[in-house]
């Protein structure tokens, strides 16, 4: 079985791919139980036009599609970002096994930083978490497309 480090490496392949198109550089992967990616997605909601369309929805969608189940009974997600509601409320209703992230989100993160989502006694599923895995390269990409996106706002 490989580490989280591999697989949170595979996530920020994905987030340097949305770097890339201009989109805020959040990647997301699901693995399944053997081990295997089953699918990688990165942020597309200014190129897809789509509110949802979050690194983590993404990557949800076509491991569902890839597996023929929206229910992803023991996999991992593992996104470079912690995860806002929605993302959380999606991974409760896939069912997954475990969510890892890389670094925290302070604005809209809902596993440590606004709120523990997962601690309220009403979620019919339980999700364990790991936080923290590369989180420092996690934060130097966000950190690098912010400053470019002040840069050139400042021109």
């Known amino acids: 079985m490989r580490s989280d480090e591999y697989y949170m490496h595979r996530a920020l392949d ?3 791919l949305a770097f890339t198109a201009g989109e805020v550089p959040v990647g997301a992967v699901v693995v399944g139980a053997a081990g295997e990616v089953i699918a990688a997605a990165h942020n597309a909601p200014v190129v897809e036009h789509d509110p949802c369309a979050h690194a983590e929805v993404q990557a949800l969608r076509a491991a569902g599609r890839a597996l023929g189940n929206y229910r992803l ?3 991992t997600l593992y ?3 912690e995860p806002c509601m929605m993302c959380l409320g999606a991974a409760v209703n896939a069912r997954l096994e475990r969510v890892v992230y890389g670094t925290a989100e302070p604005r809209t993160g809902m596993l ?3 709120a523990n989502l997962l601690a309220q006694p009403w979620f019919n599923h339980r999700v364990a978490v790991t936080s923290g895995v590369l989180a420092p390269a996690s934060k130097r990409l966000l ?3 912010f400053a470019a ?3 050139a706002s400042d021109v």
């Open 14 to 16: 994905q987030a340097h």
């Open 112 to 114: 440590e930083s606004k």
């Open 143 to 145: 950190k690098a497309f």
């Open 79 to 81: 996104v470079t970002l």
């Open 149 to 151: 996106r002040r840069d």
């Open 73 to 75: 009974d023991g996999c």
